[in-house]
C-alpha cells in the first residue's frame, strides 16, 4: 500500500481512521449532533501522510464561537495513525458554515453529502 495514497504501512486509510475518531467522540459525547470530515481542495495534499483527517463536529454543548481548529496528534495504539484536527461548531452556526457564510481555512472543504 502506499503512503502517497492515504494509506499507512497499517492498513487504515484517512477515511477509515476519519470514521474511527468519530466513533470514538460520539463515544465521549453522545450528544455530538453530526460530525462530518473536511479535505482539502488539493486531493494530492489532502493524501499526504502528514496531513491531518480533519472533522467537522456539530455540538450542543459546545459555544458559538466560530472556526477554531484544534490540532491533535496521532495515537497508533487506539488505531489513530494520522494527526487530526476537529472543528467543533455550535448547531446555530451549521448553516453559516454549510452555506459558506462561515468560511473554513483556505483550501479546505466539508464533505456535508457524507457523515461520519
Known amino acids: ?6 494509506e499507512t504501512t497499517s492498513g487504515s486509510s484517512k477515511q477509515e481512521v ?4 468519530a466513533n470514538a467522540h460520539r463515544q ?4 455530538i449532533a453530526a460530525i462530518y470530515r473536511i ?5 494530492s495534499k489532502e ?7 480533519k472533522l467537522l463536529e456539530v455540538n450542543p454543548n459546545s459555544s458559538a464561537s466560530g472556526i477554531i481548529p484544534v490540532g491533535l496528534p496521532a495515537h ?3 488505531g489513530i495513525f494520522f494527526p487530526s484536527t476537529i472543528v467543533e461548531i455550535h448547531p446555530s452556526e451549521f448553516d453559516a458554515v ?3 457564510t462561515t468560511r473554513l481555512p483556505d483550501g479546505w472543504r466539508c464533505q456535508f453529502d457524507h457523515q461520519l
Open 1 to 6: 500500500m502506499s503512503v502517497l495514497s492515504g
Open 18 to 21: 476519519a470514521a474511527r475518531l
Open 28 to 31: 465521549v459525547e453522545p450528544e
Open 39 to 43: 479535505v482539502l481542495d488539493d486531493p
Open 47 to 53: 493524501n499526504a501522510p502528514n496531513e491531518p483527517v
Open 76 to 78: 497508533a495504539p487506539s
Open 98 to 100: 454549510r452555506n459558506g
